[in-house]
């Protein structure tokens, strides 16, 4: 689909190219910074998560190919309601698909749809997202509480807060 193009529920569609796009714009280049818990990355792919890959020499084309098979398919984003997407697709990349689905459980259930809370988006989670209504800002603001509480649990990540918390909210 076009990136202004409507679904049948009137929202805009986010596919892929889309979401990658906007993750881009935060993810940047190459980066080594010894404070950062994934190590080297570049466009946001990291040496710890990669650790065969040529990080430094990484193209953009096959970040995206990794950004497509182990991020967007494997957390199923195409699955989740269009004014969701890019939201839950750059908390899987950011903070990795585990705590991203447990993020959304948490939310689901805060919305008064009992949702186990297991890190896993199988039927059930997509089920109670769809009876839960989730807006955009209250997955955003569930977003801001776990990096809030992950720099409480350890300060060091503090100076990345700031930087994060304005990822939160523009995406």
């Known amino acids: 689909m076009e990136r202004n193009q409507k679904s049948s529920t009137g929202e805009e569609e986010i596919d892929f190219r889309t979401a990658v796009g906007q993750v881009l714009k935060h993810e940047g280049g190459y980066v080594h910074d010894k404070h950062d818990p994934g190590g080297e990355t570049k466009f946001g792919i990291s040496r710890r998560a990669y650790p065969d890959l040529d990080i430094k020499n990484l193209s953009v084309t096959t970040a995206c190919d990794i950004y497509e098979r182990d991020y967007w398919n494997k957390a199923k984003c195409d699955k989740l309601p269009p004014k969701l997407r890019l939201i839950y697709f750059d908390m899987v990349v950011n903070m990795g698909k585990k705590r991203a689905v447990k993020i959304l459980q948490t939310a689901i259930n805060n919305k008064g749809v009992p949702t186990t809370i297991d890190g896993g988006i199988g039927p059930q989670t997509l089920r109670n997202l769809r009876k839960s209504k989730l807006e955009p800002d ?33 995406t």
């Open 138 to 170: 209250r997955l955003r603001a569930y977003r801001v509480k776990y990096y809030g509480d992950l720099c409480g649990r350890k300060p060091s990540l503090e100076r990345y807060y700031y930087g994060w918390y304005t990822r939160a909210i523009a």
